[in-house]
Structure formats: structure tokens, C-alpha cells
């Protein structure tokens, strides 16, 4: 009989035999002496090469077995391997505890007045985990403020947003933020100024590098930091004598997020071993347990290891050390395991004498090991995450770790200290309230000296200036050379090339281009541009072929940090796939939340490291602010600079692919971010206006804004640019070709051919229309301009809408002053002054949906008619899209029309009439459903 495989690999080997006759007993005891001899005589790490290599002999004819990512539930580093501490944990226990009374009393004294909010339990369970880095690991600015590419840019933390009071009581321990800031917590704008809720450079920036609160989004934006930092080193664009490490700190709860586990496979992909991750696993989200039912340690355990990170567990305390060399059973670890995430909550809350009976009592060999400890001592058996000791081992083995990028799962107590106000209850998230019996036991817990006459005014307690504790914390943070967070740099102007540099985008071409191509020419000049050519940084996840950017592989390479191992397919051809160590391009692949947080990365780089980097990110625009909008809206916050491009843009531009695809909002989308300038260009020259400009507002001004711009994939001639037009590019509105002179009916030089087109109903004297075009519907605007004129005899200028975002914000500010300043003479805006010369009705006409160009509506004399593309895209040719949307020439037509009419310059029936010679349907299907 022929054997299979499988059953001569079959499992036997390590199903010991029935117990019942002894044998698997004698079995057993001979493999662990085996195992003891080997350990012995070979040591840990040849045996464990040993046992690998038979896990992997075991596995080649089972793969069902020994398939695990998890190790024990016990601490990753075994008490004898744990370093000796290098603080005096005394005075950093107190410093700690005054740190947590202010934590806790910002948030108190706050809502004890407003109901402004604010979170205690996640700092309280936290506390040790950012003590150990402030005093032992972060290191600051080698020098305040920062120098381009010199020096340290100091490690870059990316504090958990709900533990931000902790780090503002900390400040001010150290001296760097007042009382009154600390009153003012969440009161921005009380008088004297207060301190932002959560993380957010924009509010404090000088103080906050980096959003965390929208939860998902620090943990992604690390690890993009840490490639970006290799990156910079890579190209030689910094020179650090050491390198900086990425510490991010996110919470249990948080790891659901997509975002936070989706790019951990770059990280080891990319060897970031300056990247440590600090998992605060608390085991309580926001309404309950994270995992109740099982242990999000082992988890996210799992998960890492099987992306290929270090893994470092903290998870008991040095007290249950003891108890764990004394447990020879291995019952102990074995309870451990049993317990889910529910039991543990629960051991937190509940007296020392609940976890005797229910966690050591299930087994009489634990509750004999736990004799001798009190109800009290029980209770007291810390977590990991709250013994500095095991702490720093961890951290200390993070930095020396070599290879991997390292996650430190450490179990704490959600609401730590905060007793039966809230510590380890499924309400502690919420809690901003202690009532004067929970604050005298606070204060008892961590021994802190304010008297029982004032304790219910919660004061902030600040030692002197030349007590041990701040002297002791302000000579760690000397050591480490500096303040953290700090956001200061010294701005670095860049030489940024002129109009002129642009001069072929601006002359115009009788070929037919698109702005996509237009836009692939621009980069190439800025590329060979003196001044900034090596601070750009193009970005692309994976659709460099679609927008005709492939070229650039060859030219400048694309990143990596392996270079390239291999042969390309293409190696033969002209455009080959070119990595290469130093290459320029970031090539994401499909991830736009990763792209994105390249282009933050880079955007910010003239704060983060004082270099000035110029990310030009494009994409497939549908994909943008639709698909990861919080990423944009976190790239105001930061103060990221740089351009977006959003391609193959336009409802009825990208024809064929439809629904998914074609986006007719982003632009909506760019316009709420208070720091984007949203752009719609249609020509090639706009787009050069538009990026010379940027380029001078934000690398050599250095306003923090970012560009969006839409571009097209449609191919048509661009015009040379006209002149004095770019004042009005940039403001958002210009004109760009005026209609002709219309003979009326009747007088000198009318043909009657002319005449009789016009019909019985020609257009009154004097009447005018004026249509706004963008992007490529520009041109439906210039067709309507024509057949208008000849068809209708109305006349209609053309002009090119580049902002209605901009247009809008101008008016807005105009308005807001002369409603603040009624006696004075009232400012103008752009629009307001552009459209108070010109006569006749205005129609607005784009590729996207119809609220876009109604930003302006009322700024426009009279009203604005507008045209869009509301509803869902279709696959199908633009011509038909076009009209099924009503943005061709012919829907602008009419509508033009209809405008004159209801200002009773045309009949209603002219409308009709031309409704009937373009041969549009009245009756066809309404794109918008609801
Ligand atoms: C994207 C996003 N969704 C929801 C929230 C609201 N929120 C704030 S904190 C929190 C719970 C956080 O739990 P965890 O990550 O475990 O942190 P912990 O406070 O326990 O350390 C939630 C749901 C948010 N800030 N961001
Ligand atoms: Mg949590």
C-alpha cells in the first residue's frame, strides 16, 4: 500500500500514548530531560535553532500544527535578564505623582465650571509608561530651534491624544506652560489663552508636532515617519549624528482601527528599527472591555509577530516575579492564560480578596502560593505597565533592538489610582468628575501635600524650583538634551524658480494635451530647477502609468531602501522599473492612507527636521479626500505643506469607468480644510501660475497651506496665456475670452441668414451673459459662447473659475469686517469688485456637482445659474455623460437662456425653441435621486 506523506509525518510523534497505562507520562518526562540536557549543554539560543528546525519538520508534513504566533502570557523579558534601573525611583515616584494630581485636577477644575470635557483614566493608566520615556529615553533637540539637516531633530513622539493632560502637567512641572494655562485646559479662548484639547500643532505650534486624537491615524503616520526619516538619510538631505527614533503611543482599544494595523508589514518590510510603538493595553476602550472575552495582548501578540515586528510583552509586574519562580507546577502561567481581558477588569475593581477566591482559588497549588499575602498585597500585585522597572527593560530593549521595528504591549489599569472614582469601571473613559471623598484618596494614594482646608478647590501643586524633584527632572531632561514636545525650527527659504521657468507650460501648444500631461512636464522642470529640484518629492501609490509619470522612474528612481535585488523584466526598455537606494519617487503601492501620510511626512519636514521638503502627491482623485478626507483635514492641523493632485478628475472627464470612479467633490471636500487652496485649472499655464505661486507662498514665505488642484485627463490645444491674467488665476475668477459684439436684428451688417436662426424671438438689445468654466468644461462654456451668438444673438463672455473656494473665503472676510464695521466704507472682494462692471446674467458650468460653484452664489449680481454634475457617475463617453449630467454646450446654452429669461431679457419660448434645435430631451432622466 502506497504511503502518503502525511501520515508519515503524522502527528503521533507528539500526542504523548493514553496516560492510563503510564506510558505518556515516562514519555513526556523523557522529552523535558532531553530538553534540560540540551539547554544545558548547547544553551537557549542552539536549542531553540534545534527545536525550530524540528517545528519545521513537524510542520512540513502537518501544516495544521504548531501554528502559532503567541508566546506565554508572561513578560517577554524574564526577571534575570531585566537591567538594573538607572533612576532614583523615588523622587521619580513623587514627581510622577504630582504629575498625575495636576493631570487629574485639570480635568476636574474644568468641568467643575464649564462642561468642556476632558479624559482622566487615560493618562492615570499611562503614567509610567510616559514617565520612564521622559526621564530615560526621549531625547530633545540637540539645539533649540532646530537647523536645516544638522544636529538632532530630537526622537519624535506621538503622544496618545487622550493622555495629553499628563504631558501639559508635566510642562508645567517643568516650567514651560503657567497655572493659567493649566486653568484654561480646553479653553482656547478664555482670556490669557489655554491649552488645546488634544494634540494639534495648529493650536499650539510651538508646543504639538503631531495629531493623534482621530484614533488609527498616529499609529499610520508613524510608521510613514519612520520610512521618511531612512528616506532623508538616504538622499543625503540630513546628516544626523544619530538617528532620531519614532516612538508612538496609541491605545488598545485604538488598534481596531484599520489604519493602526493596516502598514505594520512596511515597517519590518523596511527593517524601522527607530520605530517603537508603546501599546497602552489598558483593556478598557471608551464603553467597555476591548476584548472581554479573550486578551487583545495575545492579539495584537499574534499580529505582529506575524507582520514581523519585535514583540515585547509587559505584562506582570515585579511582584508576581516571586510568585512566578516559585511555581513550579506551571499552573500559575496556566491561570493566566485562562483568564480572559473581562476577568482581569474585574480583578481591578473588585477587593484582593475576589481575585484569591476566583482567579488563585481554582487550583489548590495557587492558593497555597498566595498564603501568605494579604486581601491587600493581592490587590496590590501591579501590572507591567505600572512598574518602571519592567517598563524601562522594555524600552531599553526597544532602542537596542536591531533589525525590527518594536511594539511594547504593556497591561495596565484604565483609570489608574483613581480608586472608586473610576479606576478599572466601565464608565472611567467619561469620567471628569471626582467628588471630595475620591480627591482626599487620590491624594493619600500618591501622597501629595495639599491640605485638607483647600483640597476641594483642587490646586495644582508645583514643587519649588529648587526642590529635589525639579531639579531632578529638569537635570534628566537636560541629559537628554531638551523639552518634548517642542515644534521649533529655524525656516529655511528656498530659492524657488520664477514664472519664466515655466516658460513652455506658458506659451501654449497646438498639440493636444491634458492637464495631467501639462502637469508631467511642470515636474520634470522643477526637477531640473537649481533651487529646489532635490527637495521635491513625488508620490504616487501605484498609478504612475495612468497619469504618463513613468517616465520619471528611470530619471530620478524610485526609493527603496534594498535598492534593487533583481533584474527587471524591463530592464531592456527605455522607462524601466528603476529602485534604487537613493531614488526620489515614493512609489506607495495602493494605499492612499499611506500616501498620504508620506506627503504629511514630507510636508512637514521643514518643521519636523527644518528641511524643507516639496511633496507633490497625485492619485486617483475619487480616492482622495473621499477615501481618507481625515487624512487631508490631519494635513491642516499639522501645517503640511505642498501640492495635491487629484487626477483623472471630472464626473464626465473620466469617461467609462463610472460610478466608483469618477469624483465630481472633491473639490467640495479640499474646500473645508481651512488650510487647503483647492484649484480647478483648465489650461496649462493656470497650472503653472498656480504652482509658481504656491511654491513662493509656502518654501520661500513660508506660509503653512497646502495646494489642491483637480487635473483632467482630456486632451485638447492649450492657449498661450493671456495677459494680465494671473492675479486673477490666483484669486479663483478670470476673464478669458469676451463674447463677440452681437449686431442687433435690423441694423447695418445682420444677415438675414442670421437673423431667421435667431427666429421670431431674437435676443433684446444690449443683452449679456457671462458663463463660468472650469477644467475641462471650459470648453462647454466656449461652445455655448459660439452657438449663443449665432444661434441666439446674445453675446457671453467666458471666464475661467480656478477657486470658488478662494473667491468665497474673500467675500466672506469683506463681508464679516463691513458687518463689524457698519459706519466705515465697505471693503470689495475679488468677485464682488470683478462682477460689479459687467451687465447681464451669470452661469456657472464645471465638472463637478453643483455646490461648487454655489460658494459664490451670493456674491453675484442678480444670481447664479448653476450647472453640475450631482448624482452618481455612469460608464459611458463624455459626450452622453455630458449631456446626461447637463454640463455640455447645449445644456449651457439653454440655461444661459433660461437665466435671460427669468430677467425678462428673452421669451420663456426662445428657451424652448433652443431646447428643441439642440435636441435635448426636457423629459430625460434627473441624474440626482434624492
Ligand atoms: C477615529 C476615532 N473614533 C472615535 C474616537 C472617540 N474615542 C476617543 S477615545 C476612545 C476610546 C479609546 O480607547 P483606547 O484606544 O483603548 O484608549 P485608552 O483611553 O483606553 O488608553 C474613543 C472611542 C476618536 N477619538 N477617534
Ligand atoms: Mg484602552
Known amino acids: 500500500m502506497k504511503v502518503k506523506k502525511k501520515e508519515v509525518c503524522s502527528p503521533q510523534p507528539v500526542t504523548p500514548p493514553p496516560t492510563g497505562e503510564g506510558t505518556g507520562d515516562k514519555w513526556s518526562g523523557s522529552l523535558q530531560s532531553m530538553f534540560e540536557l540540551a539547554l544545558e549543554s548547547q544553551g537557549p539560543e542552539r536549542t531553540a535553532r534545534l527545536l525550530e528546525k524540528l517545528a519545521n519538520q513537524l510542520r512540513a508534513g502537518s501544516p495544521e500544527l504548531l501554528r502559532t504566533f503567541n508566546t506565554p502570557y508572561i513578560n517577554t523579558i524574564p526577571p534575570d535578564q531585566q537591567p538594573p534601573y538607572p533612576g532614583d525611583r523615588d523622587i521619580e515616584r513623587r514627581i510622577k505623582s504630582y504629575i498625575r494630581w495636576n493631570a487629574m485636577a485639570m480635568v476636574v477644575k474644568a468641568n467643575s465650571t464649564t462642561n468642556v470635557g476632558g479624559h482622566i483614566s487615560t493618562y492615570a493608566s499611562a503614567a509610567t509608561l510616559y514617565e520612564v520615556g521622559f526621564n530615560h529615553f526621549f531625547r530633545g533637540q540637540s539645539a533649540q530651534p532646530l537647523r536645516a ?24 512641572f517643568e516650567g514651560r506652560i503657567d497655572e493659567r494655562h493649566l486653568q484654561n485646559f480646553r479653553q482656547e479662548l478664555a482670556e490669557g489663552g489655554g491649552l488645546s484639547s488634544y494634540p494639534h500643532p495648529y493650536l499650539m505650534p510651538e508646543f504639538w508636532q503631531f495629531p493623534t486624537v482621530s484614533m488609527g491615524l498616529g499609529p499610520l503616520l508613524s510608521i510613514y515617519q519612520a520610512r521618511f526619516n531612512r528616506y532623508l538619510q538616504a538622499r543625503g538631505l540630513v546628516n544626523w549624528k544619530e538617528e532620531p527614533k519614532v516612538w508612538a503611543f496609541l491605545g488598545d482599544g485604538e488598534s481596531d482601527e484599520p489604519e493602526t494595523l493596516g502598514s505594520l508589514t512596511l515597517a519590518s518590510r523596511e527593517n524601522l528599527d527607530n520605530l517603537i510603538w508603546v501599546v497602552n493595553c489598558n483593556l478598557q476602550r471608551l464603553d467597555g472591555p476591548v476584548r472581554g472575552n479573550g486578551k487583545i495582548i495575545q492579539e495584537l501578540e499574534a499580529a505582529f509577530l506575524g507582520a514581523g515586528w519585535n514583540v515585547i510583552k509587559v505584562i506582570w509586574g515585579g511582584s508576581w516575579d516571586e510568585l512566578l519562580a516559585r511555581d513550579k ?58 512598574d518602571p522597572r519592567k517598563v524601562y527593560a522594555a524600552y531599553k530593549a526597544a532602542v537596542e533592538h536591531k533589525g525590527q521595528p518594536t511594539v511594547i504591549l504593556a497591561k495596565t489599569v484604565k483609570g489608574y489610582g483613581l480608586g472608586e472614582g473610576g479606576e478599572g469601571r466601565n464608565i472611567t473613559h467619561q469620567q471628569k468628575k471626582l467628588n471630595e471623598k475620591e480627591l482626599r484618596e487620590f491624594r493619600a494614594r500618591f501622597n501629595i501635600s495639599i491640605s485638607d482646608d483647600v483640597i476641594a478647590e483642587m490646586p495644582f501643586y508645583r514643587p519649588p524650583a529648587d526642590s529635589a524633584e525639579t531639579k531632578y527632572l529638569l537635570e534628566r531632561r537636560k541629559v537628554l538634551g531638551g523639552f518634548l514636545p517642542a515644534r521649533k525650527f529655524i525656516p529655511k527659504p528656498l530659492d524657488v524658480p520664477k514664472l519664466d521657468d515655466f516658460a513652455e507650460l506658458l506659451k501654449g501648444s497646438d498639440m493636444e494635451v491634458s492637464t495631467t500631461m501639462a502637469f508631467a512636464r511642470l515636474i520634470k522642470i522643477l526637477l531640473r530647477h537649481k533651487g529646489i529640484g532635490r527637495n521635491l518629492v513625488p508620490i504616487i501609490p501605484d498609478e504612475a ?101 487629484g487626477a483623472t478628475a471630472g464626473r ?157 473665503t474673500d467675500a466672506i472676510r469683506c463681508k464679516r469686517w463691513n458687518v463689524l464695521h457698519p459706519t466705515q466704507p465697505p471693503q470689495k472682494s475679488h468677485i464682488e469688485t470683478l462682477l460689479a462692471k459687467e451687465q447681464g446674467v451669470f452661469v456657472a458650468v464645471s465638472d463637478n456637482i453643483r455646490t461648487v460653484p454655489d460658494q459664490i452664489a451670493p456674491w453675484v449680481p442678480g444670481g447664479l445659474m448653476t450647472l453640475g454634475t450631482d448624482g452618481f457617475g455612469r460608464s459611458d463617453t463624455r459626450a452622453r455623460l455630458r449631456r446626461f449630467f447637463e454640463v455640455d454646450a447645449e445644456s449651457t446654452v439653454i440655461a444661459t437662456l433660461y437665466a435671460l429669461a427669468q430677467k425678462k431679457l428673452v421669451e420663456p419660448q426662445l428657451v424652448e425653441k433652443a431646447i428643441k434645435d439642440l435636441a435635448v430631451d426636457p423629459e430625460k432622466l434627473q441624474p440626482q435621486i434624492v
Open 329 to 386: 507546577s506551571g499552573l500559575l502561567i496556566k491561570r493566566m492564560e485562562e483568564a480572559v481581558d473581562g476577568d482581569y477588569q474585574k480583578y481591578s475593581v473588585e477587593p484582593g480578596s475576589y481575585t484569591r477566591r476566583h482567579f488563585f482559588s481554582k487550583y489548590p497549588e495557587l492558593l497555597e502560593l498566595v498564603n501568605h499575602l494579604t486581601d491587600e498585597q493581592i490587590h496590590k500585585l501591579v501590572r507591567g505597565g505600572h
Open 149 to 172: 539637516g544638522a544636529g538632532f531633530p530630537g526622537d519624535l513622539v506621538y503622544f496618545q491624544g487622550h493622555a495629553a493632560p499628563g504631558v501639559y502637567a508635566r510642562a508645567f
Open 545 to 645: 502609468r495612468t497619469f504618463g509619470l513613468d517616465a520619471l522612474f528611470k530619471d530620478i528612481g524610485i526609493y527603496s531602501s534594498k535598492g534593487q535585488l533583481y533584474d527587471p523584466v524591463d530592464s531592456q526598455s527605455l522607462l524601466y522599473y528603476n529602485e534604487k537606494k537613493d531614488g526620489q519617487i515614493l512609489e506607495e503601492g495602493i494605499t492612499e492612507a499611506g500616501s498620504m501620510s508620506s506627503f504629511i511626512a514630507a510636508g512637514t519636514s521643514y518643521a519636523t527636521h527644518a528641511v524643507p521638503m516639496i511633496p507633490f502627491y497625485i492619485y486617483y482623485s475619487m480616492f482622495g479626500p473621499q477615501r481618507v478626507g481625515d487624512l487631508f483635514w490631519l494635513a491642516g492641523d499639522i501645517r503640511a505643506k505642498g501640492f495635491l493632485l
Open 652 to 808: 464626465t472627464t473620466l469617461n467609462g469607468e463610472g460610478l466608483q470612479h469618477q469624483d465630481g467633490h472633491s473639490l467640495l471636500h479640499a474646500s473645508t480644510i481651512p488650510t487647503c487652496l483647492p484649484y480647478d485649472p483648465a489650461f496649462a499655464y493656470e497650472i503653472a501660475v498656480i504652482v509658481a505661486d504656491g511654491l513662493r507662498r509656502m518654501y520661500a514665505e513660508g506660509e503653512e497651506i497646502f495646494y489642491y488642484l483637480s487635473l483632467y485627463n482630456e486632451n485638447y490645444p492649450m492657449p498661450p496665456m493671456p495677459a494680465d491674467v494671473e492675479d486673477g488665476i490666483l484669486k479663483g475668477l478670470y476673464k478669458f475670452k469676451t463674447g463677440p459684439e452681437i449686431p442687433q436684428p435690423g441694423s447695418a451688417g445682420v444677415s438675414p441668414a442670421h437673423t431667421k436662426l435667431a427666429g421670431k424671438m431674437p435676443a433684446l438689445p444690449g443683452i449679456k451673459a457671462h458663463i463660468f468654466g472650469s477644467g475641462p468644461i471650459i470648453h462647454s462654456a466656449l461652445k455655448a459662447q459660439e452657438i449663443l451668438a449665432e444661434r441666439y444673438n446674445v453675446s457671453a463672455d467666458v471666464w475661467s473659475a480656478t477657486s470658488y473656494k478662494l473667491l468665497r
